[in-house]
């Protein structure tokens, strides 16, 4: 077995992290081919650590805005699909007037019968829910970047909002 330097490991080191993150952001991407096929879907964003100079992200954080939550099954699906990459994602749904309606489920189906939640307003709205501990925070959501992964319109409702 050949020993590598120290220089040569933090080489390998360097690549691995940049291929995962890579690999997460084509996650991100497929995220958004997927719901780009509703109506109801304004556009999709990377937002969080993906989308600054963190060669670490802890997870794939994404924004979407709907008009309607109609469509919300379709992009809880897509969404638990980014499993399959990455166990740490999160997607923050939006409505066109920059209200923060909530984040994606990441269960199938509700666990209201079955388990317990820690969704504040659980079964409400389908695949959609708030923490308890949660109090949405606009200002520190845009502090970051946003990158636009799909937008319907010209102009970004997000974007916009920064």
């Known amino acids: 077995m050949v020993r590598l330097s120290i220089s040569e490991r933090l080489a390998e080191q360097e690549r691995n992290d940049r291929k995962r993150k890579e690999r997460l952001f084509e996650a991100a991407k497929t995220f958004a081919r997927k719901c780009a096929g509703s109506t109801n879907v304004h556009e999709v964003a990377l937002c969080g650590s993906m989308v600054t100079e963190d060669p670490y992200p802890q997870d794939i954080d994404l924004a979407i805005v709907v008009d309607s939550f109609s469509d919300l099954p379709l992009i809880a699906r897509a969404a638990r699909q980014i499993t399959s990459t990455y166990h740490g994602w999160e997607v923050f749904v939006f409505r066109p007037d920059r209200t923060y309606a909530g984040r994606i489920c990441h269960r199938r189906e509700c666990p209201t019968q079955t388990a317990r939640c820690d969704k504040i307003d659980c079964s409400r709205v ?11 925070d606009p200002v520190l959501f845009l502090s970051p970047p946003i990158e636009i992964l799909w937008c ?5 409702v997000l974007i916009n909002w920064k």
């Not at 389908?126 to 949405?136: I, V």
């Not at 319907?152 to 970004?156: A, G, T």
């Open 152 to 156: 319907r319109e010209s102009k970004s």
């Open 126 to 136: 389908p695949h959609l829910g708030n923490l308890a501990d949660f109090d949405f």
